[in-house]
C-alpha cells in the first residue's frame, strides 16, 4: 500500500476539490493521502469526508511558511487537533497577511500599467489563503499574461517587480505552534530549499522528520536526505505536491510512499499527543 502526503486543493493554491483529490487518489491506487494546503486546515473536513467515501485513509496536514537562518523553509504538519485554538489563531493571522500581499502585489502590477484588480484575484482564488499562483491565474485569465509561466517570469518570481516578500515565521515556532497542536512537524521538500545547514537548528527545535519523496527531489536527492535522516533518527515522509493544474501539469501519482512510514507518523503523533495530554499544551 502507498501514500502520498502533501497534496493541495482549491482551499489553498491547488485546483482540485476534495472529490477531484479524492478520485485522482484513487486513479492511482493510493490508499493514505495526507491534505497539506498552505495556512489553512479548513479543507480537512471536506477532504476527509470525500476520502472516506473513496475508501482511501485521510491524514489531515497543513504547510506552514517559516524562515530559519535567512532561508526559507515549508513546515508540514500532520495530524493535528484541526480545533487547536492557538494554530487556528496563528494561521487566522497568516491569511490576513497573505491577503494584504495579494492586494500589494496588484498594486505594484498596477504601477507597471497592467490593470488587474484585487477583488478578481480574490474572487478566482475563493479561498482563505490566496497566493501568487492566484495571481498567476487571475492573470492568464484577464488576458494579461499568455501563459502561468510567464507570470512568475515576468512580475512574481522572487525580485521580480510585482514580488512581494512573504511574512514567516520562525521554523522553532512553527515545530511548537504544531507540538502544542498534536502534531508532527516535517521539513518539506529540502532539495528545493537547500539549507540542508538549518537542520541540525530544527532537529534541536523538536523537528520531527524531513520530506525525502518529492516530485522534485532526483534519485541522488532522495538518496541524500534519507541518509540526513537516519542520521538524525527522523521520519521519512513523501508526497507529490500536486497542486492539480495550477502549476501546470498534475502530478499525483509520481510519488509514492510506502505505507510503512505512515505508520511511524502516526505513531509519532500518537507519542506528541500523549506528551500534551501529560503536561498540557
Ligand atoms: P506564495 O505562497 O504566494 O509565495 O506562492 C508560492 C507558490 O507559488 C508555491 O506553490 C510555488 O510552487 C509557486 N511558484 C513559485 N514560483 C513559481 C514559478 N516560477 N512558476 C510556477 N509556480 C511557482
Ligand atoms: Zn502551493
Ligand atoms: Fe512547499
Ligand atoms: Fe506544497
Known amino acids: 500500500m502507498f501514500a502520498d502526503l502533501h497534496l493541495h486543493t482549491y482551499f489553498s493554491d491547488g485546483t482540485y476539490s476534495p472529490e477531484e483529490l479524492a478520485a485522482q487518489a484513487q486513479r492511482h491506487s493510493l490508499g493514505a493521502v495526507a491534505l497539506t494546503d498552505h495556512d489553512t486546515v ?17 491524514i489531515p496536514g497543513t504547510e506552514l511558511t517559516a524562515e530559519q537562518g535567512g532561508h526559507e523553509i515549508h513546515i508540514l504538519g500532520y495530524c493535528m487537533d484541526r480545533e487547536n485554538p492557538r494554530l487556528l489563531a496563528e494561521i487566522g493571522k497568516f491569511q490576513i497577511v497573505r491577503q494584504n500581499r495579494i492586494r500589494e502585489m496588484v498594486a505594484r ?31 492568464v485569465k484577464a488576458g494579461l499574461c499568455g501563459s502561468l509561466d510567464e507570470a512568475f517570469e515576468r512580475f512574481l518570481k522572487k525580485n521580480r517587480p510585482a514580488w512581494v516578500p512573504k511574512f514567516k515565521m520562525s521554523a522553532d515556532h512553527a515545530i511548537a ?31 520531527d522528520g524531513i520530506e525525502c519523496f518529492h516530485t522534485k527531489h532526483s534519485t541522488v536527492t532522495v538518496e541524500r536526505y534519507l541518509e540526513i535522516a537516519d542520521r538524525f533518527r527522523l521520519l521519512v515522509t513523501g508526497g507529490s505536491d500536486c497542486h492539480g493544474s495550477s502549476k501546470g501539469k498534475p502530478v499525483m501519482g509520481t510519488v509514492k510512499l510506502p505505507y510503512q512510514h505512515v505508520e511511524k507518523l502516526k505513531a509519532r503523533a500518537a507519542e506528541i499527543k500523549t506528551a500534551i495530554a501529560v503536561t498540557g499544551p
Open 42 to 58: 479548513e479543507g480537512c473536513v471536506p477532504t476527509a469526508s470525500a476520502c472516506a467515501a473513496a475508501g482511501i485513509e485521510f
Open 109 to 139: 502590477l498596477n504601477q507597471l500599467n497592467v490593470p488587474l484588480q484585487a477583488e478578481t484575484v480574490f474572487a478566482l482564488a475563493n479561498c482563505r489563503a490566496p497566493g501568487r499562483p492566484h495571481v498567476a491565474r487571475a492573470l
Open 177 to 207: 505552534l504544531l507540538h502544542q497542536a498534536g502534531a508532527v512537524a516535517i521539513m518539506a521538500h529540502p532539495g528545493l530549499n537547500r539549507c540542508d545547514e538549518v537542520i541540525p537548528t530544527m532537529v534541536d527545535a523538536g523537528l
